[in-house]
T-cell receptor
Framework: AQSVTQPDIHITVSEGASLELRCNYSYGATPYLFWYVQSPGQGLQLLLK??????LVQGIKGFEAEFKRSQSSFNLRKPSVHWSDAAEYFC???????????FGAGTTVTVRA | DARVTQTPRHKVTEMGQEVTMRCQPILGHNTVFWYRQTMMQGLELLAY????????DSGMPKDRFSAEMPDATLATLKIQPSEPRDSAVYFC???????????FGPGTRLTVL
């Protein structure tokens, strides 16, 4: 079964600074990988996803993520954060021909002025 | 802009009462998921349906929880009797195909006193 680890529970970053959120997955084959964002009181919104092809994936809101098979990682980055990026971020992994996703525990991002 | 809708958005009830949560998936999406989110356990998959048939409900406490899809436009999650430990946010999500994206509803925040 697949699993996801997000090593950072909470990250604080200054507005305008860069952000990187870590995600490591465990799965025996090529995974489907996702990043979702959850603002307080809201549902989860997809930022980006990786199924195959180019390992650098562009998403919404200026986010990107890079799939590194050798490191079993799918880290999320943003060059310059905005106060509105304060939220909780979830990495998820899915398997080929399986509808289920396994979610990480989430990383809470705080943006300071 | 197609969305997953959930009702009610908030529910406060007393221990022992029956609770029913409803979800309307995006039109054309034939796979529906129920998740529960708590601070302690994070995001847990309770059950999911494909073409209205349950595919996996192993994450759901069978003695008090039940999930159904009476038709393609409605999924229900019922708790009877409810307990304080059921207090959580319950999310519904839907998707069209295995390589599609799961779209989440806004959630039902349940408080059992």
């Amino acid at each position: 079964a697949q699993s996801v680890t997000q090593p950072d529970i909470h990250i604080t970053v200054s507005e305008g600074a860069s952000l990187e959120l870590r995600c490591n997955y465990s799965y025996g084959a090529t995974p489907y990988l996702f990043w979702y964002v959850q603002s307080p009181g809201q549902g989860l919104q997809l930022l980006l996803k990786y199924f195959s092809g180019d390992t650098l994936v562009q998403g919404i809101k200026g986010f990107e993520a890079e799939f590194k098979r050798s490191q079993s990682s799918f880290n999320l980055r943003k060059p310059s954060v905005h106060w509105s990026d304060a939220a909780e971020y979830f990495c998820a992994v899915g398997a080929v021909n399986d509808y289920k996703l396994s979610f990480g525990a989430g990383t809470t991002v705080t943006v300071r002025a | 802009d197609a969305r997953v809708t959930q009702t009610p958005r908030h529910k406060v009830t007393e221990m022992g009462q029956e609770v029913t949560m409803r979800c309307q998936p995006i039109l054309g999406h034939n796979t529906v998921f129920w998740y529960r989110q708590t601070m302690m356990q994070g995001l847990e998959l309770l059950a999911y349906f494909r073409n209205r048939a349950p595919l996996d409900d192993s994450g759901m406490p069978k003695d008090r929880f039940s999930a159904e899809m009476p038709d393609a436009t409605l999924a229900t999650l019922k708790i009877q009797p409810s307990e304080p430990r059921d207090s959580a946010v319950y999310f519904c999500a839907s998707l069209r195909g295995v390589t599609d994206t799961q779209y989440f509803g806004p959630g039902t925040r349940l408080t059992v006193l």
